[in-house]
């Protein structure tokens, strides 16, 4: 046995653990293994895979030549048996990796109890591993589900260069991130950290500087023990997460001032009591010495010849009481090697079928026959229920807490933690860790409604900000998210979506209200102008206004009133928004009909008997309202088939905007830019026909209404392009009621007073006698017919 630099009382007395299972079992009435004995050897590997190694190779004294084992015929090789049928150990995951590689070979069970390392759990690598302790994949889950019960936003983890350390924290990193935890850095220590080490003060200047709420420490005890001794000498006064290393280790409690470096909670395997060892330890002495016991004594003799006031002064000293020695025992560690040798008695008495009398089978049996054995077992020992899933246990953690609120430290349990997944904790202090809104640190951890939480210039420090507007967060500082497109969030707390308004020029608007009652008076009036013009259709007055041409005007007239009513109200459809391609039409039809008749006027007293053929063919009122119009048709047409107006709905800060868009706005141009220049025509044929004898005045009434509506539009365009919002169309319908109503007033209506109020100017002598006294006044004479 190799003698190690340091001696621990607490590994002594795990020796002593199994020293005690083993003779329990063997003292057991009635019988475990009736007619056997369990007989064992124990090594000191200190630790080290140097020394795991020889201890291996000396189990396994009957291995044969390793070229042998180069083609085996089968999973496990057929080899001369070793003396030794199965293992309990390695304490450390290094060496356990290290030694299960050799036990492979012979196919010999290795049990350990307290390696937890995640690659151990890889059947293929290490068939005959099992252990009486849980995976680190569960601890690392479990110590990430207890991070998110406490509501730590932020932690730093520090590992070793080891297989315990570098899996731990590879797996807390990977858990945590994927639980939105800030990982405000990962340190992973060297295999020969000492107080000495050069890294030693960077790591101190990143504890100083951390802002994490909890720092996880996952190596075992002797890296544990400089950082605190480091954390209590700066009196750090931290939150620490203990893996099951450290998490009960009495050299890391057991420092001086151990409270300054800060509050500790740990994980640790399933601790419970050995049952009758601290009667065995007490009483142990006075049964025999054997080589460890004696190895024991002479570095702490018994301290029976001094008081009991020096006894307990000396407990931690240069001598040992057996009282005081059973305060050193530990219930974790302790007990998974308790259950590990329990485990090997129940796989034998499987294997040998034994009951409480014999056992059926001998003893020549093999390491593989064993081992698949131990693998089937599911027994509870000592309320413990234990069954193995690829070699891993079905044992959970207990979460332990270190009470410095008195001047002893006290390991006390506070949770529990399972495979499945589950968590209990204390429902106190869950409410209370989840009350802290702001760090030490000065760091939030959440917001109220309406706010996120956005990390500052210090990593893992995050503030609370407002969203902005159309952006909400429910609470908990999560992030602002954009609401939908017809949503908004409120002004003063933004932390939800509310459906925008619908926004339109609604009927019951001043406006809209103003523009009906105008539109309907309008229609009123040319239904009436329409009648009266019917009534008095054989008149001279309906001859000069153009004949049949007039009822054509007053129908175009009629649609453009009517059309105003597709701009008002909630447009529901692509077919609301075809207000302005039908109103160009319309008008086009209206203001052709004026030109035909001016051109028809112009035509007859300009134009001698002797002027040419051509000329007087313009007069041809019909074809040209058909041609004038019929491109304006082709043009509106146009519009409407290739990019027709559409129904739009444009967002804005808290109401949707319904609203028919010009996609084309060089086809709305066209269209209007077209009316205007036959709305030129008829003005310049109108101031040309100014001079002419007009008894009904069709040229200056028909200037007033062209100019009318070129001003109306030129007004309206500039609005139109650089104006949006709900009152757009009435804009548009302004527009169209002050054009219509211009041609209206101004061309048809004095007609009507004539032919209603001015009788005797509505016959053939009125007009014949204008004609007259009008050339007479230029000195021409007018020959009568």
Known sequence: MPCCAQYSVQMFLRSQVMVHAIQEINRRTPRVLPGLTLGYDIYDTCGDVSYAIRAALELLEKEPDTQTCLLPSKFYSAMPEPRAKVVIGERYSEVSIAV?????????????????????????????????????????????????????????????????????SDSLDETLRGMQVCIEFVEILSGDFTRTNSKLPELKSKLEKSVAEAIILFTKDANVEVIMELAIERNLNRTWIASDTWSTSDRIFRLENIQRAGQVFGFIFKRNEVPGFKAHVTSMFDNGINAIIQNHMTRYPLCSDQSEEE????????????????????????????????????????????????????????????????????????????????????????????NT?????????IGEYWPNGSIQLPEALLQRMNKVDVTRFNCSKTCNPGEMLKQTGTKCCTQCFRCAAKEFSPGNGTVCKKCGDNQHSPDVVRDRCLNNTDDFLQWWDPFSIILSCWAVCAIIVTIVFTVVFFHFRATPIVKAVGGYLCFLELVSLLSGFCLVFTFLGKPQTDSSCVGLPLFGMSFCVCISCILANLLQIWVGFKFDLEARSWVKRLNQPLAIVLVSSGIQLALSVSWLTVTPPVLTKNPEE????????????????????????????????????????????????????????????????????????????????????????????????????????????????????????????????????
């Open 100 to 168: 299960a590689r050799i036990f492979t070979l012979s196919s010999v069970p290795q049990i350990s109890y307290a390696s937890t390392s995640e690659l151990l759990s890889k059947k293929f690598k290490f068939p005959t591993f099992l252990r009486t302790v849980s995976s680190d994949k569960f601890q690392t889950k479990g110590i990430s589900t207890m991070i998110k019960s406490f509501n730590w936003k932020t932690v730093a983890i520090i590992g070793s260069d080891d297989e315990y350390g570098k899996y731990g």
């Open 311 to 402: 006894t307990a002064r000396n407990c931690s000293g240069e001598c040992l009481d057996p009282l005081c020695l059973a305060s050193f025992i530990d219930q974790d560690e302790s007990y998974s090697i308790y259950l590990a040798v329990q485990v090997v008695a129940e796989g034998l008495r499987q294997l040998l079928k034994c009951d409480s009398q014999r056992c059926e089978r001998n003893t020549n049996f093999t390491t593989s026959e064993l081992l698949e054995e131990l693998k089937k077992v599911n027994f509870t020992v000592n309320n413990t229920q234990l069954y193995f899933n690829d070699g891993d246990p079905s044992l959970g953690y207990d979460i332990v807490y270190w």
């Open 405 to 413: 609120s008195n001047k002893d430290v006290k390991i006390q349990t």
């Open 654 to 785: 808290r109401t949707t905007l319904h609203q028919c868009d010009i996609v084309s706005e060089g086809f709305f141009f066209s269209v209007i830019a077209y009316d205007a220049f036959v709305a030129i025509l008829c003005f310049l044929f109108a101031i040309k026909s100014k001079k002419l004898p007009d008894l009904y005045k069709n040229a200056e009434l028909v200037t007033v209404a062209m100019v009318l509506f070129l001003i109306i539009w030129i007004i309206f365009l500039p609005l139109y392009v650089t104006l949006r919002g709900k009152y757009t169309p009435a804009i548009q319908c302004a527009a169209i009621l002050i054009s219509c109503s211009s041609i209206l007033g101004c061309h048809l209506a004095p007609k009507c007073y004539i032919m209603i109020f001015r009788k005797e100017l509505n016959n053939e002598k009125a007009i014949t006698e204008y004609i007259r006294k009008h050339y007479a006044q230029k000195g021409i004479a007018v020959v009568r017919s």
